[in-house]
């Protein structure tokens, strides 16, 4: 694998670490939660971990409450970096029950946004409907990322049978990428379900699915498990944290093989 130039131009580029893809990537993407940034705070992201970040999320429904400008504004930026865009499914979950899903996703692309996530945690939706959101966010031009999970519900988990077979429609509907909701599963470490994890992504490429993850010692297992091409969904303040286990510098790191080299090669 070439590694990322942007590495040459850091500090101390003398000391080897892990290689990754140069953006624009297509496997190991980090995606981070803004649950309302300012333009100051956004700024201050590009800045320290802009080259590090592939997707945006625009998280917890915040984007309803902000001005239009606003969020152009921000979408730009974001672009600017090189950030697909997408939003939670807080809003798109209202949009189902008021019966205006079509517009929404019509606007949501006027806006900017690349891709929505369609969710069904507030609301009570069939796997029908949830596939034909799917394929109407798609007809929009928007890049669907399904979830697969339950928030505040571990009974999601009590069949893997049951969450293939979601998973299989969602991509058959033209999914994107498939969030694998991280409650119930492996937000607390402690109780992270890796039998579950392990039987339902080995049924898909892992390249499939987007994990949220907000638990540290969870995304190491995650990069440890599935290697540091993974997508990780992350919250924003986490992003430079999840690149140094990527790069082999946190948890577990590379330096029983890096340490090896010779001088001569140092």
């Known amino acids: 694998m070439k590694d990322d130039p942007h590495l040459q131009e850091t500090a101390f580029p003398f000391v080897r670490v892990a290689p990754r893809s140069s953006k624009p990537r297509k496997t190991g993407l980090t995606a981070f939660a803004d649950r309302g940034l300012g333009m100051n705070q956004v700024a201050d992201l590009l800045e320290t971990a802009g080259d590090y970040i592939d997707l945006a999320k625009l998280a917890v429904g915040m984007y309803r409450l902000q001005k239009e ?128 994890i392990l039987n339902v992504v080995s049924r898909f490429e892992v390249g499939d699915f987007l994990f949220q993850l907000k638990n540290v010692n969870s995304q190491a297992w995650f990069i440890e498990t599935f290697g540091n091409q993974v997508n990780l969904d992350v919250d924003y303040n986490q992003v430079l944290e999840v690149e140094l286990m990527r790069r082999g510098l946190r948890k577990r790191g590379l330096f029983g093989l890096l340490g090896s080299l010779p001088p001569s090669q140092r």
């Open 69 to 196: 400008s606003f969020l152009r504004r921000k979408i730009a930026a974001y672009h600017k970096a090189g950030f697909r865009v997408f939003t939670a499914g807080d809003v798109s979950e209202a949009a189902f029950m008021q019966g205006v899903s079509s517009r929404f996703f019509r606007e949501l692309k006027k806006l900017g946004a690349d891709g929505v996530e369609i969710s069904s945690a507030q609301v009570a939706m069939s796997l029908e409907d949830k596939c034909e959101l799917i394929r109407m966010a798609k007809g929009e031009g928007l890049l669907p990322i399904p979830e697969a999970g339950q928030k505040d519900n571990e009974e999601w988990t009590r069949s893997t049978v049951h969450v293939v077979r979601q998973i299989e429609e969602f991509k058959k509907a033209g999914a994107w990428k498939v969030l694998f909701q991280d409650e119930g599963v492996s937000r607390d470490f402690k109780t992270l379900k890796s039998e579950f």
